[in-house]
């Protein structure tokens, strides 16, 4: 199994800028894909943005072009840089990690993020 820690959530204003940490237990490679999840409340949780082993990222229309996904894979730490946030973009972020040994995914515990008007 993996653990994964968010932190970076705070309250930020709109316009504002917030980078999101995952912290994983194990190589980030150990999972098929990583994703960023928001959810808000009386809300689903969404995909906001997703990164493959090889690379490739996936976003949200709703954040492409201000959100960006990274990871730095010497630390097992994927991010969320988010600019030009948004007041929508309000809701308790997740990380995710679907494993390869068992394709089950994990869930960190989630990270708040508030964006004042």
């Known amino acids: 199994q993996v653990q994964l820690v968010e932190s970076g959530g705070g309250l930020v204003q709109a316009g504002g800028s917030l980078r999101l940490s995952c912290a994983a237990s194990a190589s980030i490679f150990s999972c098929n894909t990583m994703g960023w999840y928001r959810q808000a409340p009386g809300k689903q949780r969404d995909l906001v943005a997703s990164?493959?082993?090889?690379?490739?990222?996936n976003y949200a229309d709703s954040v492409k072009g201000r959100f960006t996904i990274s990871r730095d894979n010497a630390k097992n730490t994927v991010y969320l840089q988010m600019n030009s946030l948004k007041p929508e973009d309000t809701a308790v972020y997740y990380c995710?990690?679907?494993?390869?040994?068992?394709?089950?995914?994990?869930w960190g515990q989630g990270t708040q993020v508030t964006v004042s008007s």
């Open positions: 990164i493959t082993g090889g690379g490739s990222t």
């Open positions: 995710a990690c679907e494993l390869i040994l068992n394709l089950k995914w994990y």
